[in-house]
């Protein structure tokens, strides 16, 4: 069978391919010759990552899946959530003078400083699409949001977020201990598991 990945990201390609130990073919989209943008709408990573599952599937009318990621930190009601990509350039404070990633954890600092509570979650939503049926996974990691960035590796929010059990951020971490724990790797594992591999 082959399926085919909702994704540009090249480095979210080659995680999965490791995961599923090449043992069934995924494409990514260019592979499977699908150029543009797929929509991302809504207000849940649920919703979002059932509207890009079933954009695919109902375009290339192959079986696919799609995923959607985001950082939700509690004393700040959910948020960034969905916004997690481009929160340094939406709302009240933007900071248009930096790289977008360092801008978002300049703003997450600046909105937390001051506040006792620092829990936050990575939440990953995968939804894929087989025959025309619809299943989903969820992957959570829990930790705490740093007041000061850490480390140098991975991405994203990584250099401030410090997953529970652990005094080092994912950005201290090497990549085969982070996908051990991240919500990402649980979702993935949750999706090897369904697909039998
Ligand atoms: P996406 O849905 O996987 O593209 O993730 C949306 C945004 O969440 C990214 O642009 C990052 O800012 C953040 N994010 C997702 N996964 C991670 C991670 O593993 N570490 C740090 N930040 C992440």
């Not at 996974?137 to 991405?155: D, H, K, L, P, Y």
């Not at 250099?159 to 201290?172: H, I, K, L, M, N």
Request: hydrophobic content about 35%; overall charge negative.
């Amino acid at each position: 069978m082959n399926l085919i990945f909702a994704t540009n990201n090249l480095h979210k390609l080659d995680e999965i391919r490791v995961l599923t130990h090449n043992r069934i073919r995924i494409l990514g989209l260019s592979e499977a010759g699908f150029q543009g943008e797929i929509p991302e709408e809504y207000p849940t990573l649920e919703q979002n990552a059932s509207q890009k599952a079933w954009y695919i599937y109902n375009r290339l009318n192959q079986n696919c899946f799609a995923d959607d990621t985001g950082l939700e930190v509690e004393a700040l009601d959910g948020a960034p959530g969905v916004y997690s990509a481009r929160f340094s350039r939406i709302g009240e404070l933007q900071y248009p003078e930096l790289d977008v990633t360092e801008g978002n954890i300049k703003k997450l600092l600046a909105m937390l400083e001051g506040k006792t509570n620092r829990r936050a979650r990575f939440r990953t939503v995968i939804s894929i699409i087989v025959e025309g049926q619809e299943t989903q996974f969820e992957g959570v990691v829990n930790g705490t949001i740093a007041s000061v960035e850490s480390g140098t590796r991975g991405f994203g929010y990584d250099p401030v977020f410090v997953p529970d059990g652990e005094t080092r951020t994912f950005a201290e971490m090497n990549i085969g201990k982070k996908n051990k724990i991240s919500h990402r790797g649980v979702a993935t594992n949750k999706l090897v598991d369904f697909l039998n591999l």
